[in-house]
């Protein structure tokens, strides 16, 4: 599923061996390079940073351009310089899924991404569930489930679930507990909603099948 | 006064009783009260928002021209600060201030304390700099270990007075004597003499040991500070307490406590380590308003991980020394000596399961003394001291138990007077299947099967410590047939919003989308901290109060309306009113009120009664709950699993079944995660914690999580006028004891040691060597 081809932010870390962050770093995602102005002077083509590099992706369905820092994470960016601030950050290294979105359909842990992975990408936030304002029908599960507590895990738990719920549309049954637990093992969650979500997913795929 | 009788009990144990109501006080809900909306399982009302991602929390909040401030903090955990060398940070780009917090001569307490801190228009420009700041240190000896910081060879953490933080709403056990080198006693708590009781008597004594555990709410401590001029500053905090955050503030800056208005409209969660504008080892809110003032833009500093494992709190560790005896069913003596060390702070003690659960053993000593470390401090965190004495002590009961031969539940039988804790023993046996499940866990130890199960109870002990006065409401009928209540309490997680909503409704029987709650917010009228387990009990008669008289006065106006007295008003479930043959919907009534609004201001006064049983001799309800525990262990791995809780709690009058089991959930999963997964590991070599993050700090997550199965028990204790008491703290506190028993039960071994990990669960049998101890 990974793209190798595209900077990760534990895949840069791997490949210098430090956790120096080098100060320019080569985009290869297919088709961008060439459309990058750089603002930073004496840099190959393709290259960016270590100044702000324009980046442009759908988020939400919207088309959006920001300029960004090639060591800005995508959580950062969202957040940031996007005032999209649905998606939380908790451990900022992977740990707990708070920051989950989904990065052309797929769910990713937005801080382990650099911001300018999404070049050309699609991005949905849990901002971007919602039809025009109607709340999916594990949105409004989560409500009445009580799935939510302090409320700090469930963009990244509904965004788990989403993704879950799509895996398995086609499916036409209803989810086991099983499968939900498995799809929430990496969403931490401190104030203890994880029976509630896991109700709140098992009755929206009923409601499915 | 007038004497007004209500009926309180639980169950069918309910009887009439006469109390003085305070004057202005409605008359409590009691057990004959038939009401409508509160205690029916009500989502919350920010549901939708959170589900959406709207929902702002302090470290959502973006202003314009808001910077970012980091903190640089101390490496080592024993220093002296020789020099803050600041001009490498200065010069990276978009560093707007950098200023030391320490200055040349201060001492370093722990790895992890403040030092300097630096501000910029990006945070990954702050933590640029604030890596840049060079600060050369004078190293001093340290000691992290517990067991050797109580020693006189080790080196002393404070050198002068220890400044003591309290956390609202938490009654400690406070101070009781002068410290002996890095050990300080707490006041012990005493009755009749151990050393007769245990003359005779079958006696069982053993030593247990809990970790320090973190609080980890999913929202890292910080705060936005916004100077409006030099006089008013405004703050977003992720906060329990929006008015300690405000007086803190206020007397730091020296300003009026209204010229700081403090804003936490969401909050990911506290657990015990959110009060005042500071983290408990960090002064982020001072820091972030100094850095505003000082640049004239708004600032905003969030801890990160890191930062908040190391230096916002802990839940201290203890080696208990627990000795008790008994003749039969009953004790006859119970002692703890005990030693904890909540860093550089103060706070280890090991709560009350041992002192005043078991009332009917007539000689109790509870001795308990803080050490201190070189470590962050620890703070309050969901029913301070009560886990960690709960696991030693109940697991030491059921040890005493096997010794005498009795059943754990006989022997808690026996021993406690709780009327609400004994039913919720044996209606919980029943519905557990305690006996047969206890068979069935006999036969595979005796057999030596590999997979065992095992199971294991304990009790939960609480008080309600509802305040008086300290939440002021307004309730306004407004024009538009709305009811709004303000009141500047801020939400944790429990959903107070939706229970404040409901007393609404019920008092105006009013559907509940009518009902306006504005809160989260110093200007809204003071209010409690979310600590202790008593906001619902100390704003929601206050509500009601603020609700009823608002009505009154409603009422005033509807008779004036209908030309009729007050006393004649009828007020119909739809909303009709009549008197004297004329009528008048609500909404034309409230059409006609003169102004905007009709409103009435009202507090609540103290605590009147304390059905069924007092806390601790206090006049207040003490609150009771009782956990049934099943595990599955793999006595060939060392896997303990927790498979099911049967959590039965009393919060006296249950105001909404929905976010009440969610919070009981929440303490279940908390003790599940105390019992068998969380542990801050120091390496004490160098004094700093190996695993401050979430990956190698292990929280229990969905498949770490038992089924949880919930019984509330309304009690009515006639002790405020909604009837309401805590839940947030009780329903944590047996958790982890009542696993600690059920793996006694599997293995026939005790696991004395929290967290029960693979290796000590092994080492209990006998496979492996014992691990070395915490100290
Ligand atoms: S914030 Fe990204 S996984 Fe925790
Ligand atoms: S609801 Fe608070 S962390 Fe999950």
New binding site residues.
């Given amino acids: 599923m990974a793209d190798r081809s595209a900077l990760t932010r534990r895949g840069l870390f791997r490949g210098i061996g430090s956790a120096t962050v080098v100060a320019s770093c080569t985009r290869t995602h297919p088709g961008t390079a060439t459309n990058t102005p750089s603002t930073d002077a004496a840099l190959s083509p393709g290259e960016i940073g270590p100044s702000p590099s324009r980046l442009s992706f759908e988020l939400n369905g919207k088309a959006v351009q920001v300029d960004v820092e090639p060591r800005t994470t995508l959580l950062d960016a969202l957040r940031v310089d996007l005032d999209t601030t649905g998606t939380k950050k908790v451990c900022d290294r992977g740990a707990c899924s708070?920051c989950t979105v989904l990065v052309d359909g797929v769910q990713r842990n937005s801080c382990m991404m650099l911001a300018h992975d999404v070049e050309g990408r699609t991005v949905t936030t849990v901002e971007g569930l919602a039809d025009d304002g109607h709340l999916t029908v594990l949105q409004r599960k989560f409500v009445e489930h009580d799935a939510?507590?302090?409320?700090?895990?469930?963009s990244g738990?509904l965004m788990s679930c989403s993704a879950l719920l799509q895996r398995t549309a086609g499916r036409g049954s209803a989810l086991s507990k099983e499968e939900v637990q498995d799809a929430i093992k990496g969403n931490?969650?401190?104030?203890?909603?994880y029976p509630h979500v896991i109700a709140a997913v098992l009755d929206a795929s009923k409601e499915r099948a | 006064m007038a004497k007004t009788e209500i009926k309180v009990g639980f169950g069918d144990q309910v009887k009439a009783v006469s109390v003085e109501l305070p004057k202005g006080e409605a008359k409590p809900w009691d057990a004959d009260a038939q009401l409508e909306v509160v205690g029916k399982p009500i989502p919350r009302r920010d549901g939708a928002l959170k589900v959406s991602g709207r929902a702002k929390y302090t470290y959502d909040v973006n202003l314009p021209g808001m910077l970012y401030a980091a903190v640089v903090r101390s490496p080592l955990p024993a220093a002296k600060v020789v020099s803050v060398d600041t001009s490498a940070a200065e010069k990276i780009a978009g560093v707007k201030a950098v200023v030391q917090v320490a200055e040349k001569g201060d001492a370093v307490l722990f790895a992890g304390q403040d030092v300097a801190a630096v501000v910029a228009e990006r945070p990954e420009q702050a933590w640029q700099a604030a890596r840049a700041v060079k600060v050369e240190y004078e190293q001093r000896r340290f000691v992290t270990r517990l067991a050797f910081a109580a020693t006189p060879d080790a080196p002393l953490v404070h050198r002068g007075a220890v400044e003591e933080r309290r956390t609202e709403g938490h009654v400690t056990e406070g101070g009781g004597g002068d410290a002996q080198g890095n050990k300080r006693p707490l006041r012990p708590m005493k009755k009749g003499d151990v050393s007769k009781g245990l003359k005779g008597a079958t006696v069982h004594e053993a030593v247990y040991e809990t970790q320090v555990q973190t609080h980890s709410?999913?929202?890292t401590h910080g705060i936005v500070a916004r100077w409006d001029d030099d006089e008013h500053l405004t703050v977003w905090a992720s906060t329990q307490s929006i008015f300690s955050v405000r007086d803190e503030l206020a007397e730091v800056f020296d300003l009026k406590p209204t010229n700081v208005r403090v804003h936490t409209d969401y909050l990911?969660?506290g657990f015990g380590a959110k009060f005042g504008a500071s983290a408990p080892g960090s002064r982020l809110g001072t820091i972030a308003a100094r850095l505003a003032k000082q640049t004239g833009a708004p600032v905003k500093l969030m801890c990160d991980r890191h930062e908040e494992q190391v230096c916002t709190g802990n839940r201290p560790d203890s080696i208990q020394t627990v000795k008790v005896a008994g003749k039969g069913t009953a004790l006859t003596a119970i002692e703890v000596q005990s030693i904890g060390t909540a860093g550089i702070g103060t706070g280890a003690g090991v709560g009350r399961n041992a002192f005043a659960v078991y009332t009917k053993c007539p000689n109790i000593l509870v001795d308990s003394s803080d050490v201190f470390t070189n470590a962050g401090p620890g703070t309050a965190m969901r029913a301070p001291g009560h886990p960690q004495g709960a696991f030693a002590f109940e697991l030491a009961l059921d040890e005493l138990a096997t010794k005498l031969g009795v059943d754990p539940i006989e022997l808690r039988l026996a021993n406690d007077e709780h009327p609400v804790r004994l039913w919720q023993f044996e209606e919980g046996a029943k519905r557990f299947d305690w006996k047969a499940k206890r068979a069935e866990s006999k036969r595979l130890r005796e057999g030596k099967a590999r997979i065992r199960r095992g199971c294991g109870v304990a009790a939960s002990i609480w008080g309600d410590f509802g305040r008086p006065k300290a939440a002021v409401v307004t309730c306004s009928v407004l024009r538009d047939g709305s009811v709004e209540i303000r009141n500047g309490v801020q939400d944790i997680?429990t959903g107070i919003p939706t229970v404040l909503a409901q007393i609404g409704a019920e008092v105006f029987t009013r559907p509940l989308d009518t009902i306006i709650v504005r809160y989260g917010d110093s200007e809204l009228g003071s209010s409690v901290g979310s600590g202790g387990s008593q906001t619902t009990s100390s704003v929601t008669p206050a509500v009601r109060n603020a609700c009823e008289d608002a009505k009154e006065k409603f009422i005033e106006h509807v008779a004036e309306l209908l030309g009729a007295k007050p006393a004649d008003v009828s007020w119909a479930n739809d909303g009709t009113l009549s008197a004297g043959g004329a009528s008048i919907t609500f909404a034309q009534a409230c059409k006609k009120i003169p102004g905007e609004s009709i409103t009435a201001t009202a507090d609540r006064p103290a605590t009147y009664g304390n059905h069924p049983m007092p806390f601790l001799g206090a006049p207040m309800p003490q609150i009771a709950g009782v956990q049934f525990a099943e595990v599955e262990v793999d006595t060939w791995t060392g896997v303990v699993r927790a498979k099911h809780v049967l959590a039965m709690h009393d919060c006296g009058r249950v105001m909404n079944r929905l976010t009440c089991t969610s919070q009981v959930n929440?303490g279940v999963i908390l003790g599940t995660s105390y019992a068998l997964m969380e542990q801050r590991v120091m390496d004490h070599d160098v004094g700093r914690m190996l695993n401050p993050n979430l990956e190698s700090y292990k929280i229990c997550g969905a498949a770490d999580t038992p089924e949880i199965e919930v019984v509330l028990t309304d009690v009515y204790t006639g002790a405020n006028n909604t009837g309401a008491a805590g839940i947030g703290e009780p329903s944590t506190i047996p958790t982890a004891a009542a696993l600690a028993c059920a793996v006694f039960d599997a293995l026939g071994e005790p696991v004395r040691r929290l967290p029960m990990t693979p290796s000590r669960v092994l080492a209990a049998l006998g496979a492996v060597p014992a691990p070395k101890g915490l100290g």
């Fill in positions: 708070a939510l507590q302090c409320g700090f895990c469930t738990m931490l969650c401190r104030c203890g909603t | 709410a999913l929202e990911g969660g997680g929440g």
